[in-house]
């Protein structure tokens, strides 16, 4: 049976792509800070605090998710957050650090402990949570998009560094998803965070789960390189039709 791990399975897109996977019969292991919301996403699902900013979480978190369903068949690394809106001339640099930490750091750190793996099985599917913020710019929005950014690099070292050992590497970048991703980026400001999404269609957290169920499931010869989803409404980042919902 394949098992797939999920990097932030407590909300949002992580937690849609679980509910994927398990309607695909796969054992699931999945991690957050708040794992105490982890067994109402999939009840069967193994499931265990992650924090990927901390490296004894991740190797806690890994070592009890092997023990309990075996090695790693896909890695879905979703875990991630924008935080704040600073121009960098009025930045403190504290949520700098958060961002590249988590998104960027974190998602190394998981990854460089389950690659080993997959490349001795020759056999092994590295998923990626990205952002349309990894292509376009905006302002005020500096450090997540250079956070996003980086991870297209990554993607593609890894693709070159693992040719040849079946690992297939894959990165999905999103447009607007209404998930709890404005409230973290606001610090639970809801009326701020419900704005982003005021009077337009965004993506469904769904929406992108159905498009790593699409990677994953093709044969194992055809590597997914990148999905690039966006809502009919959306053109850029900072172009959003508000014509109604
Ligand atoms: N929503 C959008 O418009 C959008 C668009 C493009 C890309 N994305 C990307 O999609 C991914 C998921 O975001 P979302 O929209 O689903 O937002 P969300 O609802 O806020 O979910 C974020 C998830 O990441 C987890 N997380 C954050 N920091 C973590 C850490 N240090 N360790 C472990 N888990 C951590 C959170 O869990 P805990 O807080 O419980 O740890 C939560 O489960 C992110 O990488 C985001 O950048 C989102």
């Known amino acids: 049976m394949t098992h797939v791990v999920v990097t932030g399975a407590s909300s949002g897109i992580g937690a849609a792509c679980a509910r994927a996977m398990h309607r695909l019969g796969h054992k699931l292991s999945l991690g957050a800070r708040r794992s105490d919301r982890l067994p109402a996403v999939v009840s069967d699902a193994f499931c265990h605090p992650l924090d990927v900013t901390s490296q004894p979480s991740i190797e806690r978190f890994l070592a009890a998710a092997i023990a309990s369903n075996g090695p790693i068949d896909i890695l879905i690394n979703n875990a991630g957050l924008a935080r704040g809106v600073e121009k960098v001339a009025e930045a403190t640099g504290e949520a700098w650090r958060e961002m590249i930490e988590t998104n960027v750091l974190g998602l190394l750190e998981v990854t460089r402990r389950v690659l080993p793996a997959m490349i001795e099985r020759k056999h092994g599917h590295l998923v990626v949570i990205g952002s349309v913020a990894g292509r376009t710019t905006y302002p005020s929005g500096s450090v997540y998009c250079a956070s996003k950014r980086a ?95």
């Open 151 to 245: 991870l297209q690099p990554i993607c593609e070292a890894i693709r070159m560094e693992t040719l040849g050992s079946n690992v297939r590497v894959t990165s999905v970048d999103p447009g607007l998803v209404e998930t709890e991703f404005s409230l973290v980026r606001f610090r639970g400001d809801q009326a701020r965070a419900a704005k982003v999404y005021e009077h337009t269609r965004p993506l469904t957290a769904d929406d992108v789960a159905d498009c790593v169920v699409f990677a994953v499931t093709r044969p194992p010869h055809v590597n997914i390189d990148n999905i690039h989803v966006m809502p009919t409404d959306q053109a850029a980042p900072a172009m959003v039709h508000r014509g109604g919902r």
